[in-house]
């Protein structure tokens, strides 16, 4: 049963820097497309950052050079570096993956097969 699991969340002020990393089992993330989305309240939760098999990487424009996605295919572990916080990046992360290595930052967050529970990032003023 693939499972990812997410860490690194929590508290930060704008202008600071927090590491997320999401571990992947029973999935190689060699193969895969692997994705951070993130979810304000009330919001949809959108993509903002993809990798895929050969790691070609992919950002949206708010993130684009604050945020860097990468990962360890021999831990299975995806990361994602932010830099420079801002207030309006306070969301609930979440990794995803697409086996199939096909997915890119505008696909449909239902067409992804798996996900993490997520984790907490807080920036305050």
């Known amino acids: 049963q693939v499972r990812l699991m997410e860490h690194g969340g929590g508290s930060v002020q704008a202008g600071g820097s927090l590491r997320l990393s999401c571990t992947a089992s029973?999935?190689?993330?060699?193969?895969?497309?692997m994705g951070w989305f993130r979810q304000i309240s009330g919001e949809e939760r959108v993509g903002i950052a993809v990798?895929?098999?050969?790691?070609?990487?992919t950002y949206e424009d708010s993130v684009k050079g604050r945020f860097t996605i990468s990962k360890d295919n021999a831990k299975n572990t995806l990361y994602l570096e932010m830099n420079n916080l801002k207030q309006e990046d306070t969301a609930m992360y979440f990794c995803?993956?697409?086996?199939?290595?096909?997915?890119?930052?505008?696909?449909?967050?239902?067409?992804?097969?798996?996900w993490g529970q997520g984790t907490q990032v807080t920036v305050s003023s």
């Open positions: 990798i895929d098999a050969d790691g070609y990487t």
């Open positions: 029973e999935l190689s993330a060699s193969i895969a497309t």
């Open positions: 995803a993956a697409d086996p199939s290595d096909g997915a890119t930052l505008h696909t449909p967050t239902f067409q992804w097969d798996y």
